[in-house]
């Protein structure tokens, strides 16, 4: 299979990252990935803890990785994995603006679309104001609020995992289930299709269930409704991605996650090339 894993961080350039581009290239060649990409987190109005921003200079960014770019699509047999620059989004209304310039300035071969932080809350940090109410109805709120980001950010190649938020609230089951806000998933599809961006499945969340929720791996992959809703809507674009962010973590259960896939049909990963939709045959 030719897999692009084109979400990831590293050190420095992440605030919560680890990994230097030579391990994660390393890895890459090591799980015999088609591709690999980088995409720093970018969170105008995000902070730290202890006050580092979520941004980086783009510039610098681009001086630093952009000469390095191998496209994928252009890979003979006996070449190293293909090496993509893209950048992760944080979305807020408060700062699209920002946000669409740095994809307009820049050359970032994909630009992915995400939600950090709800109601300007950070999950992770903040959840007692986030999970004020049941799962369904947070859950919806937080779709809509995806379906906003993708919307607004039509440019973007890829929505980031819709389950992010499952992570972070205090249940014990907090798994995301399409029942949970069927219709903010099926408005958050339908935006999806029209800006022909990718649903990305992210492993990260998966880990997470297991380690933070104690779910066994079956039981933490995402739900089979969301993925059968957004084919039964039309939907063929997905992604699937480490998210890593330290070094043990690439391709951490995305093995087992593609078998998972495998059975309900999703058997092809696209991914973005100088901001063009590329599939693996
Ligand atoms: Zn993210
Ligand atoms: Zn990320």
Redesign the pocket.
Known sequence: MRLVDA?NHLGYWSPDGTQSVGELLLEAEKRGLHGVGISD?YDPDCEMSDGSPWTFDPKAYMEAFYSKRRMPSKRQEGDPPGFLVGI?L?WMPEVSDVLHNIVREYPFDFS?V???YFRSYDPFTHAEHIYTSKLHKVYTEVIHAIADSAQDMKEANIV??FD?FSRYAPQRDSKMHYEHAPEAFDRLFKIMMENNQALEI?V?TVNSLMKRKDYALKDAMPDEKILDRYIELGGDLFTICS?AHHVEQNGLHMNETLQYLESLGITEFVWFEERELKRPL
């Open positions: 979400h987190h992760e944080g992915i995400s939600l950090h980031a995992h992010f992210n990260g998210d």
